[in-house]
Each structure stands twice: as C-alpha cells, then as structure tokens.
C-alpha cells in the first residue's frame, strides 16, 4: 500500500511540474529594434527573464563606401553596412595613386606661383663628373635664379613683366614633363614612375627614366636621367629637383 502511495505522490508531482510549464509558457514580445554582433543580427525577447530570439540571419553588406579617403601618408577606411539591421563594419583601403584631377590641381602653374625649385644635376663623361645646382624662386612678382657650375656662382633677380614671361616658360617647360598619362604609382616606394615618355627642353633630348614624389598632396620631388649627346660625345646626366616652400618663399 505504502509503494502504491508512493507512485502516487510522484506521479502527481510531475503533473503538477507539467501544468507549471504549461501554464508558464508565453507569447514572447520581440523588440522592434535589432540586437547584432559581427557576423548576425536578431530580435530579442523584451520580457523579463525571457532569453528567446527570432530572426536570426546572416548580416547583408551593401557595397560600401569611402568614409576616410587614403592617402600616400596613411590607408583609408570603407565603411559597409548592413541593408537589414543598419550595423556597420570598417575595412582599411591602400591608396593607389592620384586621380587625373587631384594630380592637375596641385601640378600646374598655380601651384608653383609662390615655391622654390632646388635642383642639382650631375653630368659625367668619361671618368669626368661635373656637377650644377641652380635654385629658382618664384613669388608673384619677382623670379630669383643663382646657379653654380665649376666653382663659379651667378644669381640673378627678374622683376616686372619680365618675371612674368620667365616664369611663364619655366613653368611651362616643367610641366610638360609631368604630365599625368606618362606615369603610373609604384605604392611600394611611393613614387610614381615614368612609363611615357617626354623631352628635356633645356638640353633638347629625351629622358630615359623619371620619377615624381608627393607629399601631404605637394609635389616635392622630380629625377630624370638622360644622355646628353654633344659636339660626338654621350654624356650621361642625372638631375635632382626639390620644390619647396610653399606660399612661404620670399625674394629680397
């Protein structure tokens, strides 16, 4: 008799359990707004002590855009989001070079109205190294030109309409030597490289190789390498120019 008591009590604590859960059982009240991590997004459960979720599926990336261009200086950041729930996640960007446009604006005749082009050009022939530095400044009214070859030094300042002429062509001659179409990026040195071609004015021949560097979106760095022929001699020549001060450069 006491077994089949027993039996009892047990049976009906186990219906009692059973209707409990039943009866506790709800119609969850899911958040309108989504809960996310890196890789899925969900609904929540809004009742308290209530752990369940629906939805659950895999984000949907649009196809990003630029939200910090890249620089020469520093990677750039593309920004994807999700067309369901709205979260976003970052990827890095390389830069790959100037576009046409943003190299136009900063090579051309207004850029260089206030700089100063440091350049040193060596030439050899035959054991013999001969080396020419000339520094040219430009502001708004004036041209100062100082060059110095063989141990002599002459310097010139052109004021007027004059400077106006000579820096027209001077500038003119140095851009015809960076044009956009004749160079291509190389990110692993951060130069961009002949792969044109074009002709030195000055000493009327063609260069052989040439590369450009930019920095904080200012030119500041032109090579070319060439071979000079005069007179039934080939003379080898390279020459360094280095443009700087911006804005800032004065003519006493």
């Not at 209707?19 to 707004?33: D, G, P, Q, T, V």
């Not at 100062?144 to 027209?168: L, P």
Request: aromatic share 8%; with cysteine; charged share 25%.
């Amino acid at each position: 008799m006491k077994k089949n008591t027993s039996l009892i009590l047990v049976a009906l604590m186990l219906l009692t359990n059973l209707i409990c859960l039943i009866s506790c059982k709800h119609e969850c009240s899911f958040a309108e707004e989504w809960t996310a991590d890196n890789t899925s997004h969900w609904h929540i459960c809004s009742d308290k002590k209530c752990e369940e979720i629906a939805d659950k599926a895999d984000h949907t990336w649009n196809d990003g855009e630029i939200t910090t261009k890249p620089t020469q200086e520093a990677d750039g950041v593309k920004t994807f989001t999700c067309t369901v729930c709205a979260k976003t996640r970052d990827e890095s960007v390389a830069f790959t070079g100037l576009t046409e446009e943003e190299w136009n604006k900063v090579v051309c005749e207004e850029a260089f109205n206030n700089a100063t082009f440091t350049e040193e050009a060596v030439v050899n022939y035959s054991g013999v190294t001969v080396v020419t530095k000339a520094t040219t400044k430009f502001t708004d009214e004036k041209v100062f030109v100082s060059i110095t070859a063989a141990g002599q030094s002459n310097s010139q300042t052109i004021t007027g309409s004059e400077a106006k002429d000579v820096k027209k062509q001077a500038l003119e001659q140095t851009l015809s030597m960076l044009q956009y179409s004749d160079y291509e990026y190389d990110a692993e040195n951060k130069i961009y490289v002949l792969t044109g071609e074009f002709i030195i004015h000055t000493l009327n021949t063609k260069a052989d190789s040439a590369t450009i560097r930019f920095e904080n979106g200012k030119l500041v760095e032109f090579n070319y390498t060439c071979k000079i022929v005069s007179q039934g001699m080939i003379m080898d020549a390279t020459a360094t120019t280095l443009i700087s001060d911006y804005g800032t450069t004065t003519i006493d």
